[in-house]
């Protein structure tokens, strides 16, 4: 899977480097502002473009600016974005586009590197990869809304989903049975008008119509 990274810091974008190279990604490029980046996803059309939020020259939101960029130019490229706090509105703003081929972290994340690896795979492979600290937040955006209609055990089982787990590994997570998670997640998608259809991913059509709904 090739990849290019977006990383300002000299230490960080080398050690990412390294990182993936040592899990068998090719990494094309490793650039330190949004500007390199745009040009380098241009050139090289990556599988993945992993992002830091903040870049040169505001150290504010350049990063993510791009990525909401590349997305609308290359949908086939996913891109994960890296950072070390939770903005919602961020979270929210790369949905918009969908919720394929997408992923935010946070910085913490990439020290274990096999998590860290599977969620590039992930995202490069079209699906999505959100750290737990933001879907949590995103999901607490609706907890007071009074149409609410899920149960806070099928919220927590929408949360993992929006995480990219599987039904086993939410069955390992929430420590109930694996059939247990398939029966809410039926729940969920009745309750979400979700009715199966194989052009679309119920699960990832989930998350968005919740969070957006």
Do not use: W
Request: charged residues 30%.
């Amino acid at each position: 899977m090739r990849v290019v990274i977006a990383e300002d810091s000299t230490l960080l974008r080398e050690g990412l480097t390294l990182l993936l190279a040592e899990a068998s990604f090719e990494v094309v490029a490793a650039v330190e502002d949004a500007v390199a980046l745009v040009e380098s996803v241009d050139r090289h059309r990556p599988d993945v473009a992993i992002v830091d939020i903040r870049m040169p020259p505001t150290h504010t939101d350049e990063g993510l600016r791009a990525a909401v960029a590349l997305r609308r130019k290359y949908p086939s490229t996913g891109v994960l974005v890296l950072s070390q706090y939770v903005r919602v509105s961020y979270a929210a703003e790369l949905l918009d586009a969908g919720a394929d081929g997408v992923g935010y972290l946070l910085k913490d994340r990439v020290s274990d590197l096999a998590e860290f690896a599977a969620a590039i795979r992930r995202v490069g492979e079209g699906g999505s990869a959100f750290d737990p600290a933001v879907v949590s937040q995103l999901l607490g955006r609706r907890r007071g809304d009074s149409d609410d209609r899920l149960t806070d055990r099928e919220r927590s089982v929408l949360a993992l989903m929006a995480e990219g787990r599987t039904n086993q590994a939410i069955a390992q997570r929430l420590f109930i049975a694996e059939r247990t998670v398939e029966k809410h997640c039926t729940g969920i998608f009745a309750k979400l008008d979700l009715s199966a259809s194989p052009h679309d991913h119920r699960r990832v059509l989930a998350v968005l119509r919740y969070l957006n709904g």
